[in-house]
């Protein structure tokens, strides 16, 4: 029954997805069938070419070397890129911990001059 | 009382509030400990790859996959996910990269819960944590190795430390706080514990969209193993197999997704289709009547028309070796 829901809410979002599925209308994708299902279904109104367009152009944008901005959009399905296009400068980019065990302590240390703190036992 | 000291006092009982928070919370891993959970898990043959300035994204992915047999480096990796004008990598792009070296990227469900299972199960995952706050808020991407129900902590591979232990609550905190991200990098035709069928396909389907499609038939053959009631598998594998134009071995594969589900109507129009592209022109139109009955007012019927009318469109005798049903 569930495979059955998932089928039926894939062709939905097919229908909507216009032109690039349009030359396989009568077999039905795989992905879109699992993306459907777990994800809003009001993605399928986005268009999946220009959101790789969008993604191509930020990649450039964020310095990305021009030899490999191809292979890195190829890596990525319909519904991956329509979520970067939209939040590429907003989503959590992973760095370093380092960073702010830096500025934890230099909180520390602004604290401890001003008087407010007493934690560097050895600070004059 | 002073300004100074005021402010002082209360810095010094916000402290102990929230000490008193994580305390009053209790262990974390402990109420998690089964029969077969009881000693502490640690992979140590997880390699580790240190970081450099930003780059714990590359890092982590590395560790994840060379843990599962890749090849590979954080500087091999850096070109692959690293976003030079946000310092950093995003989750999108760990997940492709996992895809273009040929593995699956399975999103594990978001509890501590799925995370020690993976453990169990010799699988190291990869984690967002948000270790910062406010205008710094410090996200990082480290890799859980091990964990221990009696001292109830987590061990990593993290930034510049090979082994870092974090207690189990500050590690639950800052892997909230990222949304609870945790992914595990699957060789293509093995299973995760405990495997959710949606998020399974999902990946797999994930693998098939890039072009992996080896990688993506193995994935889908496990599949059909593991969930041998589900059409969906069958349906995968015979669109792949279309795909690389074995039509028999597509209308075979759509007839066995028929057979688990006869109302099956997606699979009874791709098994039409299949079936007018081999030249079985009245078994093709037998099956899209009943793909019509069934997809009647559904979101379907119009998918399922379109496949009609081709057929319909389709001349001539049938070809030799149609199948009988």
């Known amino acids: 029954m569930k495979n059955r829901f998932v089928v039926y809410v894939l062709c939905l979002a097919m229908l909507n997805l216009g032109s690039p599925l349009v030359a396989q209308a009568e077999l039905l994708t795989t992905l879109q069938a699992v993306e459907a299902s777990t994800r809003a279904q009001d993605m399928a109104a986005v268009n999946a070419a220009l959101a790789r367009e969008e993604v191509r152009a930020q990649f450039e944008a964020l310095g990305v070397e021009s030899a490999q901005i191809e292979a890195r959009v190829a890596a990525l399905t319909d519904a991956e890129l329509r979520t970067l296009a939209g939040q590429m400068a907003d989503m959590p980019a992973g760095a370093d911990a380092l960073a702010v065990i830096g500025i934890v302590f230099l909180v520390l240390l602004i604290l401890e001059a001003v008087g407010v703190i007493d934690v560097f036992k050895k600070f004059p | ?325």
């Open chain 2, 1 to 325: 009382m002073t300004a100074r000291r005021r402010l002082r006092a209360a810095l010094v009982l916000g402290a102990a509030l929230s000490i008193a928070g994580c305390a009053a919370r209790g262990p974390l891993l402990g109420p998690l400990a089964t029969g077969t959970r009881a000693g502490p898990v640690e992979l140590e043959a997880t390699p580790f790859f240190a970081q450099e300035r930003y780059q714990c994204g590359p890092a982590a992915l590395a560790t994840a996959l060379a843990a599962s047999g890749v090849d590979t480096s954080a500087e091999a990796l850096v070109p692959e996910v690293y976003l030079p004008g946000r310092q950093g990598s995003l989750q999108p792009e760990l997940v492709g990269a996992v895809r273009r070296h040929d593995r699956l990227p399975y999103i594990l469900p978001p509890t501590i819960e799925a995370i020690l299972a993976a453990l169990d199960a010799g699988m190291p995952v990869l984690v967002l944590q948000k270790l910062g706050g406010g205008p710094f808020p410090g996200w990082h991407y480290a890799v859980v190795v091990g964990y221990d129900v009696e001292r109830d902590w987590i061990v990593l591979r993290s930034g510049t430390e090979q082994r870092k232990v974090m207690s189990a609550s500050l590690f639950f905190a800052t892997w909230d706080r990222a949304g609870r991200w945790a992914m595990v990098v699957l060789q293509p035709g093995t299973l995760p514990p405990d495997p959710d069928f949606a998020r399974y396909m999902e990946a797999a389907a994930g693998l098939e969209a890039v072009g992996r499609h080896d990688s993506a038939t193995l994935a889908y053959e496990a599949a059909a193993r593991q969930w041998p009631t589900e059409p969906l598998p069958l349906l995968a594998l015979a669109n792949l197999a279309h795909a690389r134009g074995d039509l028999v071995a597509a209308e075979r594969g759509l007839r066995a997704a028929v057979l688990l589900d006869p109302r099956d109507a997606a699979a009874r129009n791709n098994r039409a289709e299949v079936l007018r592209q081999l030249g079985c022109v009245s078994l093709a139109h037998r099956e899209i009547e009943v793909a019509r009955t069934l997809a009647a007012g559904g979101p379907l019927s119009d998918t399922v028309e379109a496949t009609a009318r081709a057929i319909a469109a389709q001349q001539g005798e049938d070809a030799a070796g149609c199948p009988a049903d």
